[in-house]
């Protein structure tokens, strides 16, 4: 697969996360910081002519009281804790062979990567943090889940090192802080799963280097402030309570690599200055109240793989007859649960990289184009729920291939063409619902509404087998994720 220009480690790290739990302690770029540091190796220690560097005195004494507030009062016996150092603290030597924290990690990701766990009934985020005058990169995890808190506002103090602040799944309450716009280095801001709420800081417009913004699982309310971002690569604010319009200001993020708005209830039509986000891969804006028609803008998004919009009651919203063409590196188009109407245009079976397609449960009517037939890497796709007929334009391979991954019940009048061979009714168990086409005289042609079925009123949903029990239905959609994110991650 094609590889994308180089990210920014901080970026891949965040990308890489869910999966891969990779350790954040690697955020060292940092051009443009200014500080007296010597970026060498942190092996430093040994590699000093006489062995007498020391950290900090002030620092050393902040880092004690950090480790304490979050029940880690064994570090206050190590003598020097840069020297004792243990993953999740990292220093830095400046000229005079002083050693200057620059990173405190915390929370038990996975084995490999085993930084202090916070004893979660007790422990907050000491104050001491603002008396390290270098410290960049800032993460919790799972530390406060059972000692519910604020974000703290003093965080903002660290404005001219900061560069990456995670606060991850720590159950932080109340509102996002509005002194974090004052982390004006930041890159990183990764909020994910807290109890924040309020509405997202309209100061945090003014970290301009921010590189990865995610906001997700909070229960953050109120619009999305207006968004400029020259550099942001992923924007994250997925299941949130978040309501009213996307902002146009989407436009002025042109990097933006993954946007993910899903599961909010912003309303109004999806703006057409999105069409400026050349760079985006994935756009996931299902499970909103959002309305149509979409913007024929998005045909602009050359690089996008992954097109989520389900959920969105778009009434009367038809997919667009150049079937997104220009979008020739799709690959998941989801379409669900839309309301959509019209005809599936033929072009869009000649987009040549779509593998997952979901346009059920809509009211799209005509026939399933020909053009289908050619879709080969084609592996899922949905049609049911919806008002199609005439005859499924696939061969018996495609059928069997696809399996349970093609559905096509509930639709008023799809019928197979008997010379394709496929049995209807008896093996391919998956098809049930669907009869053999009455065959008129002539060969079937692309405009098949003249074909009737022989299943006529007689077809009634058969396709009620537990196959499609909610729960399997819930999988497969847990699963396009997860897909989802691997074809995402394999770009990297
Ligand atoms: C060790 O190095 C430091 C700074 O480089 C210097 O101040 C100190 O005098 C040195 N000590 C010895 C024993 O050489
Ligand atoms: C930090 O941010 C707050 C609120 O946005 C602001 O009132 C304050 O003046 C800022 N402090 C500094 C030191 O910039
Ligand atoms: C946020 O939640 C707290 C309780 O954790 C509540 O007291 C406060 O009123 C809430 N604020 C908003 C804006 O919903
Ligand atoms: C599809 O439905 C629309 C109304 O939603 C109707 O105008 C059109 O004629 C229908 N097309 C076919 C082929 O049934
Ligand atoms: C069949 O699909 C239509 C939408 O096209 C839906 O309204 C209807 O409830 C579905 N029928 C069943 C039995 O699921
Ligand atoms: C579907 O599952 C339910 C219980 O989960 C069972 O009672 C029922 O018989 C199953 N139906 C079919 C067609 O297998």
Excluded at 184 to 213: C, E, F, K, Q
Aim: glycine share 8%.
């Amino acid at each position: 697969m094609r590889l994308l220009p180089s990210l920014p480690a901080a970026v891949v790290l965040t990308l890489m996360w869910v999966p891969l739990a990779m350790p954040f302690t690697v955020i060292m770029s940092d051009s443009g910081v200014p500080s007296a540091l010597v970026d060498a190796p942190q092996t430093g220690f040994s590699m000093n002519k006489n062995g007498s560097a020391r950290t900090n005195p002030q620092e050393q004494q902040a880092v004690y009281e950090i480790m304490k507030a979050t029940g880690n009062g064994w570090a206050t016996e190590i003598p020097d804790v840069c020297r004792g150092r243990w993953h999740g603290i990292e220093c830095m030597p400046d000229k005079d062979e002083v050693f200057h924290v620059v990173s405190l990690s915390f929370g038990a990701l996975s084995d490999d990567t085993a930084f202090p766990t916070c004893d979660q009934t007790q422990s907050f985020i000491s104050p001491s943090i603002t008396k390290l005058p270098y410290i960049r990169t800032l993460f919790f995890y799972r530390c406060f889940s059972y000692n519910p808190q604020p974000i703290p506002s003093f965080l903002g103090q660290l404005g001219p090192t900061l560069q990456s602040l995670v606060l991850r799944d720590n159950g932080h309450v109340g509102p996002i802080p509005a002194e974090l716009g004052n982390l004006t280095r930041l890159r990183v801001l990764d909020l994910h799963r807290n109890n924040l709420n309020g509405s997202i800081p309209v100061s945090l417009g003014r970290i301009a280097g921010l590189r990865s913004l995610d906001l997700s699982e909070n229960r953050l309310t109120g619009p999305i402030p207006s968004l400029s971002f020259p550099v942001l690569n992923v924007l994250d604010l997925s299941q949130n309570h978040l309501m009213g319009p996307i902002p146009s200001s989407l436009g002025n993020c042109p990097s933006l690599i993954k946007m993910d708005m899903s599961r909010n209830r912003l309303s109004g039509p999806i703006p057409i200055s999105i069409g400026a986000l050349k760079s985006l891969i994935l756009m996931d804006l299902s499970y909103n109240r959002l309305s149509g028609p979409l913007p024929i803008s998005i045909r602009s998004l050359n690089s996008l793989q992954a097109l989520i919009l389900k959920g969105n009651p778009m009434d009367s919203t038809t997919i667009p007859g150049d079937g997104f063409e220009g979008l020739k590196g799709l690959m998941i188009l989801v379409l669900s649960d839309m309301g959509l109407e019209g005809p599936i245009p033929d072009a869009l079976g000649r987009l040549p990289s779509l593998r997952v397609v979901h346009l059920d449960r809509n009211n799209i009517n005509g026939s399933i184009p020909l053009s289908f037939q050619d879709m080969k890497d084609l592996s899922e796709l949905r049609l049911n729920d919806n008002r199609l007929t005439g005859p499924v334009p696939f061969s018996r391979e495609t059928v069997w291939r696809m399996g349970r991954k093609l559905r096509l019940y509930n639709n008023s009048g799809l019928c197979i063409d008997p010379r394709t061979g496929i049995e209807v009714g008896s093996d391919v168990s998956f098809l049930s619902g669907i009869s053999l086409c009455e065959m008129p005289k002539s060969t079937p042609t692309r405009t098949t509404q003249h074909l009737t079925s022989i299943s006529g009123d007689t077809q009634r949903p058969v396709w009620s087998s537990n196959s499609t029990s909610s729960a399997t239905k819930e999988a497969t959609f847990l699963l396009l994720h997860i897909t989802t994110l691997l074809f995402f991650l394999s770009l990297l």
